[in-house]
């Protein structure tokens, strides 16, 4: 479970709010979409959410563990528990999409692995499959450095499967692919929740939320205004979109 209770960051030499006394509760399993217009807290709830970002207050609990009081451990869980995809995925251009997805990030890989590059039959067969299954098999043995934006954002996708992560963060993750490989990749990780309890918090366009989607958070003012199960929104809960 995690239960985030109170959590307020403002920014800026003015100490703008962006996000004002944000709480919930979420369960395993779940498929949380973000909803709202420009500057209403968004990207900014995520990164707080993968401590990119500090809080300015708040409680923040995962399976029993205070984050914030115990620094050091719950930052640890976070890094290898967790993952954050931004926009433009940060991975090794020099690297093949397949090493990508093996070696993963530094908190999820062993030094081992990460100075020798070796990998074992079963997590490379692991990582074909992960590979295949959002569509990037053909594009394995290429450097990252060669793919589209959205063929980058999938490795990254896959990337954070294949390390185990329990939670994804993803701000927009579908954004430039084309309507049947966003569809593709949006059934994965909505398959993977249901099957396996991963929960994934993320952005997306209105029309896939309703679609994919089992809970719609809708931001207004760095707050959520509406917290409703995944479903076509009402026209009054459109209003603050």
């Known amino acids: 479970m995690i239960t985030v ?13 962006v996000l004002q006394d944000i709480g919930f509760q979420l369960e395993e399993g779940e498929f949380v979409v ?16 993968a401590l990119k970002e500090s809080w300015d207050r708040g409680n923040f609990r995962v399976d029993g563990l205070d984050i914030m009081k115990n620094a050091f451990a719950g930052k640890r869980k976070i890094r290898r528990e967790w993952a954050y995809l931004e926009q433009n995925a940060e991975l090794n251009p020099n690297r093949t999409a397949l090493k990508n997805v093996l070696i993963g990030q530094s908190s999820q890989t062993p030094l081992w692995r990460m100075v020798t590059g070796m990998v074992r039959s079963d997590d490379y067969m692991g990582a074909m499959d992960e590979l295949d ?8 043995k290429l450097k990252t450095g060669n793919l589209s934006g959205g063929e980058r954002q999938r490795v990254a996708i896959a990337r954070a ?17 084309d309507p049947k490989t966003a569809e593709g990749v949006l059934d ?8 396996t309890g991963l929960i994934v918090i993320t952005v997306i366009p209105l029309e896939l ?9 809708v931001l207004e003012d760095g ?6 199960k995944g479903r076509r929104l009402t026209s009054q809960e459109r209003l603050h979109l």
């Not at 299954?133 to 394995?140: I, Q």
């Open 5 to 17: 209770e109170h959590l307020a960051k403002a920014v800026g030499e003015d100490k703008l709010p």
């Open 34 to 49: 973000l909803l709202g217009g420009s500057g209403t807290g968004k990207s900014t709830l995520l990164r707080c959410l």
């Open 133 to 140: 299954a959002l569509g990037l098999l053909d594009k394995a």
């Open 161 to 177: 499967l294949v390390h185990g992560a329990k939670v994804i963060l993803a701000d927009e993750p579908v954004t430039g692919l």
């Open 188 to 195: 994965t990780l909505r398959r993977l929740c249901k099957e």
């Open 209 to 217: 939320a309703e679609r994919y989607a089992t809970r719609l958070w």
């Open 223 to 228: 707050r959520i205004k509406h917290d409703v």
